[in-house]
């Protein structure tokens, strides 16, 4: 029989996340190129979209159920996670390297005796070994590392793999099984959702605004921008500090490390510590007054000018375009 | 009430990195080491839970790695820690390794509160907290911004994608503190001084086989040069055009 990976899959308020599919399809690719047999498990009530997963090439799904289990139990999860795993002796564990898969993950590589290898922003098994790529120091640095345990648990960074549905669609096998007494020892009460905003670490455009802003009060344009653009505001570490924005918001090495389609930097100079957290970004644009600070290093389009008035001209632009 | 809280020494986040001799770690030259900023605020965490719990509890600090570590570990005793132990390898090892290192020696203290930070600025695996919750059978709340404790009941926020998971679970338990948590005091002169007198206690880690080994660490590809094109809102059309137009970006 041959060897298993297991895609564990996270929905949020009975939907499958995108970066669910993420899973599925390098589920689906390392199966392909290690001979593998791959499925899903998922966990939570009702899910409205599981007959997708086929689409993305796993057509093998074990959907465990009960209301309770619609918030992360972190005990919960991980007994019924490693139950399955072992009754499947599955080799791999694949989760997305999101809050819950992060949390869960290195659980299971202890309660299954396997090496964990986390945020991987590429995976190499074409060579018929599995080699895990992933950044260290907040992305100064790549390392690709080997896992020479017998079972593996890995996680891939959100984003970075694209969720492509796959040739080999065939209508996906649901197993329903009630989980009637599940382990709430620790488990989640309650979701206090940050007032509507979108968050920096799922975001495909960023609007970052730095200590070029002068003060809080100056965020707003950072805000009108993002929202021109469906971004998420995001802050450089001295103004988090300062207290003019959330520490949730902070990108950088001791903030969130982040790579979207576009980041644009508004009054950000570009300490180390900053574009290690964002240079992986696919665009970038930085405005700026100093066209010596570092930001410019690094960003694909700069204007080195007065941020106060060349945001505002941009973001009535991007409505103007974004209309027409 | 035995309060565990563990620290890692790592390079300063202002670290230009290069790599090494050997092609898998960083070049030791011109690298400052700190205490990892995280674990700043596990330790300021633990002084206040001693504090709110009272007289009959204490916090101990726990390091893996070679003698530098003991740099940090100063530095937490520096700011009200009671005591701290080195547990001694020079080797390179992954966060299992460290792990089970780790809670051998929490196990054998009889710790029921593990404090860390949420994850090292080094390799930022944010997995530590996890592991040694499993390894010990304790409860574990990771990337938190508020903690209550309250007998053997443990209420806790947790930062996930768009907000906060409010977590409740029973001591013993493991947290790990992501920044936010609280502000973490300024050693006192006297801190200081108190600290460097008291000894810190040096053992052997337990030995812990790496699952996972680095085949080789490299700097990612340096990104094309920019361009600036202008100084001033005039250069906005050019920009929203090479956003649509080459970026493709709406």
């Known amino acids: 029989m041959a060897d298993k990976i297991l895609a564990v899959l996270e929905q949020r308020d009975g939907l499958l996340k995108r970066s669910a599919f993420e899973t599925v399809c390098v589920a689906n690719k390392i199966a392909d190129d290690l001979n593998l047999e791959a499925e899903a498990i998922v966990i939570g009530d009702e899910i409205s979209n599981i007959e997708d997963i086929g689409k993305f090439g796993i057509n093998k799904v074990t959907h465990y159920k009960n209301p309770e289990?619609?918030?992360?139990?972190?005990?919960?999860?991980?007994?019924?996670?490693?139950?399955?795993?072992?009754?499947?002796?599955?080799?791999?564990?694949?989760?997305?390297?999101?809050?819950?898969?992060?949390?869960?993950?290195?659980?299971?590589?202890?309660?299954?005796?396997?090496?964990?290898?986390?945020?991987?922003?590429?995976?190499?098994?074409?060579?018929?070994?599995?080699?895990?790529?992933?950044?260290?120091?907040?992305?100064?640095?790549?390392?690709?590392?080997k896992c020479n345990s017998d079972k593996k648990v890995i996680t891939i960074r959100p984003n970075v793999f694209k969720a492509q549905t796959s040739d080999k669609f065939s209508p996906v096998d649901i197993q329903v099984k009630e989980e009637d007494s599940p382990d709430l020892g620790t488990r989640v009460v309650e979701y206090k959702k940050s007032d509507g905003k979108l968050d920096v670490a799922e975001a495909d455009i960023i609007v970052s605004g730095g200590r070029g802003m002068k003060g809080p009060e100056n965020f707003h344009l950072i805000e009108e921008l993002a929202e021109s653009l469906g971004a998420a505001v995001g802050a450089s570490r001295a103004v988090v500090d300062a207290g003019w924005r959330p520490h949730s918001e902070q990108v950088g090495q001791t903030g969130k490390t982040v790579s979207p389609n576009l980041y644009v930097a508004c009054g950000i100079s570009g300490a180390i510590q900053h574009l290690a957290g964002m240079s992986s970004s696919k665009y970038i644009v930085a405005i700026n007054k100093d066209k010596d600070a570092p930001i410019f290093n690094v960003a694909d389009y700069g204007i080195a000018g007065d941020v106060f008035e060349v945001i505002s001209v941009l973001t009535e632009e991007i409505k103007r375009v974004r209309k027409g | 009430m035995k309060i565990a809280v563990c620290v890692s020494h790592v390079p300063d986040t202002a670290t230009k990195v290069k790599v090494g001799e050997d092609g898998k770690t960083i070049h030791p030259d011109g690298v400052t080491y700190i205490i990892n900023p995280y674990d700043e605020f596990a330790v300021e965490e633990a002084l206040k839970i001693k504090e709110q719990i009272g007289n009959d509890s204490s916090v101990k600090v726990y390091s893996v790695g070679s003698d530098s570590s003991k740099d940090s570990i100063r530095k937490a005793l520096a700011m009200g820690a009671d005591e701290g132990v080195l547990l001694k390898d020079e080797n390179n090892r992954d966060s299992i390794g460290i792990a089970i290192a780790l809670t051998d020696e929490i196990k054998k203290d009889g710790c029921e509160i593990v404090f860390c930070g949420k994850q090292s600025v080094d390799y930022d695996n944010s997995i530590i907290g996890q592991l040694i919750a499993e390894i010990l059978d304790f409860s574990c709340i990771s990337v938190v911004v508020d903690l209550k404790i309250d007998g053997t009941k443990v209420i806790a926020e947790r930062e996930i994608e768009g907000g906060r998971e409010v977590v409740e679970a029973e001591l013993p338990i493991v947290i790990s503190a992501q920044k936010g948590l609280n502000e973490p005091r300024y050693a006192s002169l006297k801190g200081i001084m108190a600290a460097k007198k008291k000894t810190i206690e040096e053992k052997p880690a337990a030995s812990g086989n790496n699952l996972t080994e680095v085949v080789k660490m490299y700097l990612p590809p340096p990104k094309k040069p920019g361009r600036i094109i202008g100084t001033d809102s005039s250069a906005v059309p050019e920009l929203v055009k090479l956003l649509r137009e080459e970026a493709k970006v709406f």
């Open chain 1, 69 to 145: 289990l619609v918030k992360y139990s972190s005990s919960a999860y991980r007994n019924i996670v490693k139950n399955y795993a072992t009754e499947i002796d599955a080799n791999y564990l694949l989760f997305s390297n999101t809050a819950l898969g992060k949390d869960l993950a290195p659980r299971l590589a202890i309660k299954l005796n396997a090496g964990c290898v986390m945020d991987c922003v590429n995976i190499d098994s074409s060579s018929g070994e599995l080699i895990c790529t992933r950044p260290v120091y907040a992305g100064k640095a790549l390392v690709d590392i």
